[in-house]
């Protein structure tokens, strides 16, 4: 009788905290404004915060624009266009840059206030989206048929390539360690790099998940 009371006693007290927890994520969550961008053609497929210069940017797939949005004015302050079939976007604070990948193989890199083309950086067909990581100020991302592409935010260029045994889909780094887990395109794998030694190191199968 005793454990039944005690694991009710157990089971309210998670039911409570649960409901708290829900309540506190709800009120976090409530809607204060928005910023209309306009007519939109396609998916958003890529968000960077510039928090310094209280900027939002915005990237439209569909329609090859970039708007950055002024969040103290809460209005698009500027739009850039022509990239055409973007693949994702980038931003490394350190040196206030912002990276986009096109679908004509290039990362454009942009810079200033108002955002300016700075330079670009050539890598090939089939980029995919661009992930920042700021222990090493590097940015990865899949491209061509089987390599993950390393850009140096540092020095504004491309510095390495991992090589894998499969087409590289969706990329995750992972958090406080070293390692990129890839999905490949076509199979039930997920390939693993090490990004220190800058290589594959393994890949396990999904099965039928």
């Known amino acids: 009788m005793v454990r039944r009371r005690a694991l009710k ?3 309210v007290a998670s039911l409570l905290v649960l409901a708290g927890f829900r309540l506190a994520a ?7 404004g928005n910023i209309p961008l306009g007519a939109v053609a396609g998916p958003i497929n890529g968000l960077a915060l510039d928090y310094a210069n209280q900027r ?3 990237l439209e797939g569909g329609a090859g624009r970039l708007a950055v949005i002024d969040l103290a ?5 500027q739009t ?3 990239l055409v079939a973007s693949t994702g976007l980038a931003r490394a604070p350190a040196d206030n840059r912002l990276y986009v990948g096109t679908g004509d193989g ?4 942009f810079s200033g206030v108002p955002l ?8 090939g067909p089939d980029l995919g989206p661009l992930h920042y990581d700021a222990g090493s100020e590097r940015i990865y991302l899949g491209f061509g048929s089987k390599k993950i592409a390393i850009l140096d935010t540092t020095h504004n260029k491309h510095w390495q390539d991992i090589r894998l045994d499969g087409r590289p889909g969706p990329l995750v ?7 990129a887990f890839v999905g490949a395109v076509g199979e039930k794998r997920i390939l693993v790099a090490d990004r220190d030694g800058n290589k594959q190191t393994g890949s396990w199968t999904t099965g039928d998940n």
């Open 116 to 123: 300016a083309a700075q330079s670009g950086i050539s890598l």
């Open 73 to 77: 004015a809460g209005t698009v302050s």
């Open 9 to 11: 006693s157990v089971f």
């Open 26 to 32: 709800a009120e976090l969550l409530n809607q204060i």
């Open 106 to 109: 290039k990362v454009t890199v």
């Open 80 to 82: 850039i266009e022509g």
């Open 56 to 58: 939002l940017f915005v």
């Open 173 to 179: 780094l992972e958090d406080g360690g070293s390692l």
